[in-house]
Nanobody, 121 residues
Framework: VQLQACGGGLVQAGDSLRLSCADS????????MGWFRQAPGKEREFVAA????????AYADSVKGRFTISRDNAKNTVYLQMSSLKPDDTAVFYC???????????????WGLGTLVTVSS
């Protein structure tokens, strides 16, 4: 599994942004996928997770109703659609792969390098 996240950038509060994370390996569909984020000076936190077939999802309370995680196993890609962005959403966003459906970072075995999202007020 080799993950590469992209799609970050500078946006204004209230804007939308879609992050993508592609896996260059051949086993993407066998992993549960998650998004995490780390704001400056803060711990890395769970954002969203999705099951291997894309049917089950989970979200942190802080993003529920604003963010949507999805995946396309044919393209080896997981997405994070973010809307109604707030300055508090500013962080480096990481995608990760796990053998279990989890919101805990230690359960994730593979991590991408991250993409920076900055939301201005």
């Amino acid at each position: 599994v080799q993950l590469q996240a992209c799609g970050g950038g500078l946006v204004q509060a209230g804007d939308s942004l879609r992050l993508s994370c592609a896996d260059s390996g051949r086993t993407f569909g066998s992993y549960y996928m998650g998004w995490f984020r780390q704001a400056p000076g803060k711990e890395r936190e769970f954002v969203a997770a999705i099951s291997r077939n894309g049917i089950s999802t989970a979200y942190a309370d802080s993003v529920k109703g604003r963010f949507t995680i999805s995946r396309d196993n044919a393209k080896n890609t997981v997405y994070l659609q973010m809307s109604s962005l707030k300055p508090d959403d500013t962080a480096v966003f990481y995608c990760a792969a796990s053998a279990r459906f989890s919101g805990a970072a230690p359960d994730y075995d593979y991590w991408g390098l991250g993409t920076l999202v900055t939301v201005s007020s």
